[in-house]
């Protein structure tokens, strides 16, 4: 089943609800938005910032073009046209259900309405909607554009095909959407981190551990584990050779041990508020919520291109995902070279002909080589690292005049690339007649800046490299390639 979508609402724009925004606009989906808190538009633009930031580094494929963004000024006009609408407003009862049945009420009929509701039952959802069987709970994770999972939940009026379709939809906006069996408040991983939750909460009340000291237990340990392999595979390792049989023998004991407390929870109270508040103020150091944002998305990223790079050509976990959605974009997208730098040519570069002056040109296309190599991951911190590109050749055709103000843009193909050398094509376009202005073909090494020799790049960069240049090998040579100096 094709899950491919060309518009998408989203009604409520708060953290998650901006979340399933930049997810969708990354995937090349128009995305209409509503969300009548003054705050929206701006809540919107710095969580897609992050995600831009962000997803074009986790994937060594192409992103496909984004999709368009638009504010609506009502549930109606937001939903017109859509195939998948997505609902995130606050977790109140009876605000979803009236926010539901206006969206029930507008929206196409072929359009499926996902609630991405933290726990509350589909069944209770779906009461007060005319056609109820297209309405399921679509529940991700933070940040939504990074993690991959999204529960689906149908109620009792669900239609099965609906659960079958959104199941595609999701899966091609690169998601790993689990059906659960049957409706039960708060889902799966809700559940299982509650759990946690009630657990961490006593630990701090009792004065075991501070919320710094519990969050090391978890990211120092089985934190890692889990990001691979999940609770269960985890145990079955755990019981050596012998497998899940010898540590369910060895440590089922344990269950009737008070080794938690599970629903026995302390009260919230304004003590045990301030000492978790003060304590998790301390832990951030002085760092506002979008830097937090950052450091949480980098670390995503490393862990999950880490988990996508094992060797023997597969990934693991959510790194296999990863690589099943590169060779879906690269396999269903058309070649075409990167779209780089764009600009207008100021007064200061004409020269006495009333054109653009030679060395200008050569700016041009350092900048679309800077912008280049920041692209395929050559950034401040790779060059602090002691190792960049160099460029040791350039030929460049004057082919078309510009002129004071107009309008260019400039693309990239990459001709050839291996672990020392990158050989690049670039061009200079008039933007709003289409004429190549000029063209450039360069040959760069990668180079170890402090011992100034060409050593080979880092592997995750040959990696994104090589992946590029097998999608630009499928386009046409340019015919200016290998040109010398007054060859016709």
Not at 13 to 39: E, F, K, N, Q
Not at 48 to 59: E, F, H, I, K, M
């Amino acid at each position: 089943m094709n899950g491919k979508i060309a518009k998408a609402a989203c009604i409520g724009c708060g953290v998650i609800g901006a979340g399933w925004v930049a997810r969708l606009i990354l995937a090349g989906v128009d995305v209409a938005v509503h969300d009548p808190s003054p705050d929206a538009e701006r809540v919107v633009a710095e969580v897609l910032a992050n995600a831009r930031r962000s997803v074009p580094r986790l994937l060594d494929a192409m992103l496909p073009p984004p999709g368009r963004l638009h504010f609506a000024p009502s549930i109606a006009d937001a939903v017109a046209g859509a195939d998948l609408i997505q609902e995130s407003v606050p977790e109140r009862l009876e605000l979803k259900r009236t926010v539901l049945a206006a969206i029930d009420a507008a929206a196409p009929a072929r359009a499926i309405v996902g609630s991405s509701t933290s726990g509350l039952l589909p069944s209770d959802l779906q009461q007060g909607m005319t056609h109820h069987e297209r309405l399921i709970v679509a529940h991700p994770y933070n940040p939504v554009y990074l993690l991959p999972l999204v529960e689906l939940v149908g109620g009792q009026t669900t239609a099965p095909e609906t659960l079958a379709r959104a199941q595609a939809i999701y899966t091609a906006l690169g998601m790993k959407p689990v059906i659960i069996r049957r409706e039960i408040e708060a889902f799966v991983g809700d559940r299982l981190l509650e759990a946690l939750w009630r657990e961490a909460l006593w630990l701090v009340h009792d004065d075991i551990a501070s919320v710094t000291e519990i969050d090391d237990v978890i990211r120092y340990s089985f934190g890692l584990r889990w990001a691979q392999m999940g609770l269960f595979q985890t145990y079955r390792i755990a019981g050596g050779e012998a497998g899940m049989r010898h540590f369910l023998q060895q440590f089922g004991p344990a269950l009737k041990w008070p080794w938690t407390r599970l629903m026995d929870v302390p009260d919230l109270d304004d003590a045990l508020i301030d000492r978790i508040a003060r304590q998790s103020d301390e832990q951030a150091a002085g760092l506002s919520i979008r830097e937090l944002e950052r450091i949480r998305d980098d670390n995503l990223v490393a862990i999950m291109r880490a988990l996508a790079s094992r060797q023997e050509g597969h990934g693991w976990g959510a790194g296999e995902l990863l690589r099943q959605q590169e060779a879906t974009l690269r396999n269903g997208s058309p070649a075409k070279p990167l779209q780089l730098v764009s600009g207008t040519v100021p007064a200061q570069w004409i020269d006495y002909n009333g054109h653009m002056t030679e060395h200008r040109y050569l700016e041009v296309f350092g900048n679309t080589t800077d912008t280049l190599l920041e692209h395929i991951g050559v950034d401040a911190a790779y060059i602090a690292s002691g190792h960049s590109y160099y460029t040791v050749e350039t030929h460049i055709m004057h082919l078309g005049e510009a002129r004071q103000g107009v309008r260019y843009d400039t693309t990239t193909q990459i001709l050839h690339a291996d672990d020392k050398r990158l050989h690049v094509f670039h061009q200079i376009r008039n933007r709003d007649t289409d004429a190549i202005l000029a063209s450039a073909e360069q040959m760069l090494l990668h180079v170890d800046t402090e011992a100034k020799k060409a050593v080979s790049a880092a592997p995750e960069l040959i990696a994104r490299v090589t992946a590029l240049a097998q999608v630009h090998a499928r386009m046409p040579r340019p015919s200016a390639m290998g040109r010398h100096v007054g060859q016709r």
